[in-house]
T-cell receptor
Framework: EPEVTQTPSHQVTQMGQEVILRCVPI?????FYWYRQILGQKVEFLVS????????KSEIFDDQFSVERPDGSNFTLKIRSTKLEDSAMYFC?????????????FGPGTRLTVT | AQTVTQSQPEMSVQEAETVTLSCTYD???????LFWYKQPPSRQMILVIR??????QNATENRFSVNFQKAAKSFSLKISDSQLGDAAMYFC????????????????FGKGTLLTVNP
């Protein structure tokens, strides 16, 4: 069964450094998302991406964040200058069109630790 | 904006017993989807069950069923014959049915309920 994959599973970085979190969505999906979950808290929407552009972003998704689909298969989240409060689990999700259009498929997540 | 509330931070159940997790939501929309996601210790988000708001019939997936009360904006999850593998964090989530330009479909999550299954 196809699945969303994410790399790395755990990333440790120093405050102020840039990080890139990578996701490979399911191949025929057209909608892509990033969510964030700070430890012990709820999952929060960051950004959605469709047709090679951001379709919606939350208040969390400020100028330090960017997303890209560089090669038609990967979907990346970049944090330009990490802060301690960026430490969280980051989930990528993708969604198909068609009869299953309402279901998002989540990747296993990347745990980001900013020290 | 839509909000999702899970008022039970933690629940526990004996193996083979039944447990119900509560979820309420607030929306002004008439058409939407509701979901329960399971997050085991591995942190992977797994879809458990979904409900379309336009359907009156409650969704069922094997041992999992929902009690959807649209007027009350309530969406509870019932787990029957609980198993040790059901132990996880459970999140209720909301998604609009109508999205402008067909380009969003974001999920709004509750804070979750941690379910413990006792042998």
């Amino acid at each position: 069964e196809p699945e969303v994959t994410q790399t790395p599973s755990h990333q440790v970085t120093q405050m102020g450094q840039e990080v890139i979190l990578r996701c490979v969505p399911i191949s025929n999906h057209l909608y892509f998302y990033w969510y964030r979950q700070i430890l012990g808290q709820k999952v929060e929407f960051l950004v959605s991406f469709y047709n090679n552009e951001i379709s919606e972003k939350s208040e969390i998704f400020d100028d330090q964040f960017s997303v890209e689909r560089p090669d038609g298969s990967n979907f990346t989240l970049k944090i330009r200058s990490t802060k301690l409060e960026d430490s969280a689990m980051y989930f990528c999700a993708s969604k198909p069109t068609g009869s299953l259009r309402y279901e998002q498929y989540f990747g296993p997540g990347t745990r980001l630790t900013v020290t | 904006a839509q909000t999702v509330t899970q008022s039970q931070p933690e629940m526990s159940v004996q193996e083979a017993e039944t447990v119900t997790l509560s979820c309420t939501y607030d929306t002004s929309e008439s058409d939407y989807y509701l979901f329960w996601y399971k997050q085991p210790p591995s942190r992977q988000m797994i879809l458990v069950i979904r409900q379309e708001a336009y359907k009156q019939q409650n969704a069922t997936e094997n041992r999992f069923s929902v009690n959807f009360q649209k007027a009350a904006k309530s969406f509870s999850l019932k787990i029957s014959d609980s198993q040790l593998g059901d132990a996880a964090m459970y999140f209720c989530a909301y998604r609009s049915a109508w999205v402008g330009g067909g380009s969003n479909y974001k999920l709004t999550f509750g804070k979750g309920t941690l379910l413990t299954v006792n042998p």
